[in-house]
């Protein structure tokens, strides 16, 4: 009568493993959605932001540079240091674009590794219910073989 409980512990193993593997895939659209807003947080929030406060600085600096004295004039000092600074802002831009582009392929993988997990969880049981089914068909074979043996119904 083995042969019963591994009937059922082949069911059970179905439903686990599909189960595992929807959690996953739960988790893992959680995640792209995550990423999806952190990626429109940074393009509507973050980045203007930056912008604004480069732009602010800049005017403090040129603001600056005009009651120093200085003549802003191409080929003086004075343009110089504004073209750097505008060179060192557009540096600070590229390189927020490429951390918020890395965080959002970062989540995006993650939710990648996630549903990946839940189809190996999947699989994890529907082996395991194979394996199950395979010794209930042998705990049924067993018996079969004992009972023609003995010439009368042997239950295991």
């Known amino acids: 009568m ?9 069911s059970s193993a179905k ?7 929807s959690v996953a895939y739960q988790e893992a659209q959680y995640e792209r959605k995550k990423a999806a807003i952190k990626q429109k947080v940074y393009e509507t929030v973050e980045k203007p932001r930056l912008l604004d406060q480069q732009d602010q600085q800049f005017s403090n600096f040129f603001v600056k540079s ?5 003549e802003m004039r ?29 965080a959002v ?10 549903e990946a997990r839940g189809r190996g969880e999947e699989f994890k049981g529907k082996m395991t219910a194979n394996t199950e089914y ?3 068909a042998g ?3 067993s018996m079969g073989s004992q009972s023609q043996q003995a010439g009368r ?4």
């Open 139 to 141: 705990s049924l074979l």
């Open 74 to 102: 191409a080929g003086t000092t004075p343009m110089f240091v504004a073209i750097k600074n505008k060179q060192l802002q557009a540096f600070d831009v590229a390189i927020a674009d490429y951390n918020s582009k890395v």
């Open 15 to 21: 439903a686990i493993g599909k189960y595992n593997a």
């Open 134 to 136: 395979m010794k209930a």
């Open 105 to 114: 392929t970062d989540m995006i993988n993650q939710s990648l590794l996630i």
């Open 66 to 70: 005009l009651r120093s004295g200085a």
């Open 2 to 10: 083995s042969f019963i409980g591994n009937l059922a512990a082949a």
């Open 153 to 156: 119904l042997v239950i295991v």
